[in-house]
């Protein structure tokens, strides 16, 4: 018998020796205020039906699942199915956690939401659900990411967020995370911190982890009643790691299905531009919790990182996710641009879909490694944002 994995962490936010919370001490008490309001209201019928009732009539929940058959065929091999996350309501997995973040912030009585964004998708996803729940929001960006993902900007500020644009550093996510981190330390008692995925200090990589179990677990009922046994993998692209802890925890405890993280390496190990960190980091510390970091410029510092998609530019990743590589459960590669580019062109063409660039490595992957895998096995592909808002960008980048 293989033993059960549990991915609940133990009291002080460990997986393993991944997680926790580096942070002085008063913020670390207002880390364990949220995690205990979290855990008094998690399991609270109100709670979990609010946020149920938003997942079904606001979300669309749940997604469906879609066999891509024009692929599959044209990969020669395994079946290819995608998770529709795309279709929410904003247009990605994000706002699964949003609404949580949001209603608990409410729920606290907090008076501003405040987070970063790399693509602009929590942000528009977070300013949803702030304008849903009737809170003030504040979200900072890159200043490179404000340019690229323009029209999420817009949206932002037509659902009343206050965009903050962020020019120090590298002007992308991680100074993002830097900017908002110091706003919010003028007054963590009142404002609430919205982390976009899994990472940051505990409770957040529990909390989002539990957001996203939705997308696992209606997967994990859809998928054998659409093609008769489970998958025999299941595939996301890995930024800071939601949506595939999303999708791999409905699938833990199912043995023969194999969990696939992807990640970007950019332009290229060699040069620096990339943001693989489960592939080629190695454990460290960065924003309050213990985890693989790209650490390669200097020991101890988060390296600069690139990814053509900018929701995966982040040198750190999920507590989960360095707790799943270090046991084995689950395998990481890494995809690079032009493997992304050409996955999102295919997929478009042949289906009539066209993925958010995160998403597309991990269809980048699923399309490299269908044909090994044979006729008789499944794919299944997170999907897990659409690509309006990088349409013009790759446009411009192929010369369409
Ligand atoms: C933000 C984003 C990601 C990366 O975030 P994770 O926390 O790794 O899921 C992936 N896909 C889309 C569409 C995104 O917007």
Redesign the pocket.
């Known amino acids: 018998m293989q033993q059960a994995i549990d991915l609940q962490p133990d009291a002080h936010g460990n997986y393993g020796p991944y997680g926790g919370q580096y942070l002085p001490p008063h913020l670390k008490a207002i880390m364990d205020d949220i995690g205990r309001a979290y855990l008094s209201i998690r399991d609270t019928e109100a709670y979990r039906s609010e946020l149920n009732d938003l997942y079904t009539h606001y979300v669309g929940r749940p997604s469906p699942i879609y066999l891509a058959k024009r692929l599959s065929a044209h990969c020669g091999g395994a079946r290819i199915w995608f998770k529709r ?2 279709l929410n309501h904003t ?4 706002i699964n956690h949003c609404l949580g973040e949001a209603l608990l912030a409410k729920h606290m009585g907090k008076t501003k939401v405040l987070a970063e ?3 602009g ?2 942000g528009v ?1 977070l300013a949803t659900a702030c304008a849903l729940v009737g809170l003030p929001c504040e979200i900072h960006m890159g200043e490179i990411d404000v340019a690229k993902e323009h029209p999420n900007v817009t949206k932002m500020k037509i659902l009343g967020a206050k965009v903050v644009s962020v020019d120090r550093g590298t002007k992308t996510l991680k100074d993002a995370v830097d900017s908002a981190f110091d706003e919010y330390l003028r007054d963590p008692e009142h404002f609430f911190y919205a982390i ?4 940051g200090p505990h409770p957040f990589p529990m909390m ?1 982890a539990e957001f ?1 179990s939705i997308v696992g677990r209606e997967a994990r009922e859809q998928f054998p009643k659409q093609a008769g046994k489970l998958p025999d993998v299941v595939a ?11 999708l791999f925890s409905g699938f833990l405890n199912d043995p023969g299905v194999r969990l696939v993280g992807v990640e970007p390496s950019g332009v290229g190990r060699e040069t620096g531009k990339h943001a693989a960190t489960l592939s080629y980091g190695k454990p460290g510390t960065l924003h309050g919790f213990h985890s693989y970091l790209l650490q390669e410029v200097k020991e101890g510092e988060p390296d600069p990182v690139y990814s053509i ?4 530019d ?1 040198p750190g ?2 507590p989960q996710h360095a707790y799943l590589k270090d046991i084995g459960r689950a395998e990481y590669y890494a995809v690079d641009d032009a493997a992304c580019l050409d996955a999102f062109m295919t997929l478009s063409r042949l289906e009539g879909l066209i ?5 597309a490595h991990a269809v980048a992957w699923a399309m490299a490694t269908a044909p090994s895998l044979g006729k008789d096995a499944d794919i299944l592909v ?1 999907l ?3 690509g309006d808002k990088d349409a013009d960008f790759v446009a411009e980048k192929l010369g369409l």
Request: with cysteine; hydrophobic share 35%.
């Open positions: 996350e795309d247009g990605a997995h994000k964004t790399g693509a998708q929590h996803a976009g995925s899994v990472v989002v996203q996301a692209c890995v930024g800071g790691g939601s949506n595939a802890m999303g998609a900018s929701g995966l982040y990743v999920g993925p958010a660039l995160e998403s997170n897990s944002g659409r």
